[in-house]
């Protein structure tokens, strides 16, 4: 089983709509949480960090549910730019990092 | 401020030889790590310097070293390079959350 794991799409959604990603986790004593956005050919960019009381920014909403090892990110109203490769990223080990990544879910809006 | 910066952008090699590529952190952040992004998979961990040392290595060969620097900046070395080292070479440092550096492309030919 994959340390972190995402479904990896495509998905395809008009602009305007909600769109949902969810990601689990295997490693129960992970510790710290992030979604990670990368444009094609670019480096990621960090989106947002994910707190266990669940956090909003903006448009996007990121939660987190350790007793089920899922993270997941909203997207409302959904821009053009918001297309791109979202990464869920875990960090397993508190003061030994290293950052685990998912392989990316990848969302396309469509205009 | 300066974010991560790396170099060369791009670096093509012939097997068997090996690359260096350099980053340079965010002012302040001693931490420097180095991910490996194959095409078509996701970001794997290869290495974490903090304070000049080694502290964590992911699951690559010995062939994959590198070093950090009393700047903090650092260097990532790969010898005996195999066409699968191919790969976008991303170099990040960290306070809290990690910053990416724009990456380094290898191609191995």
């Known amino acids: 089983r994959k340390e972190v794991e995402q479904d990896p799409g495509p998905f395809n959604v008009p602009e305007g709509a909600t769109v949902a990603f969810n990601c689990t986790y295997s490693n129960s004593a992970s510790q710290s949480f992030f979604w990670y956005r990368q444009d094609c050919r670019k480096e990621p960019k960090l989106l947002m960090s994910?707190?266990?009381s669940g956090n909003e920014d903006g448009r996007f909403t990121a939660q987190l549910n350790r007793a089920s090892q899922y993270i997941s990110l909203l997207i409302r109203d959904s821009k053009l730019s918001d297309s791109a490769t979202y990464l869920c990223?875990?960090?397993?080990?508190?003061?030994?990092?290293?950052?685990?990544f998912g392989t990316g879910t990848r969302l396309t809006i469509i205009p | 401020e300066a974010g991560v910066t790396q170099s060369p952008t791009h670096l093509i090699k012939t097997r068997g030889q090996q690359a260096t590529l350099r980053c340079s952190p965010i002012?302040?952040?001693?931490?420097v790590y180095w991910y490996q992004q194959a095409l078509g998979l996701g970001l794997q961990f290869l290495l974490w310097y903090d304070e000049g040392e080694e502290r964590n290595r992911g699951n690559f060969p010995p062939r994959f070293s590198g070093r950090q620097f009393p700047n903090y900046s650092s260097e990532l070395n790969v010898n005996a390079l195999e066409l699968e080292d191919s790969a976008l070479y991303l170099c990040a440092s960290r306070s809290w959350e990690q910053f990416f550096g724009p990456g380094t492309r290898l191609t191995v030919l």
């Open positions: 994910v707190y266990s």
């Open positions: 002012s302040g952040h001693t931490s």
């Open positions: 990223v875990v960090n397993m080990h508190f003061g030994n990092e290293k950052l685990t």
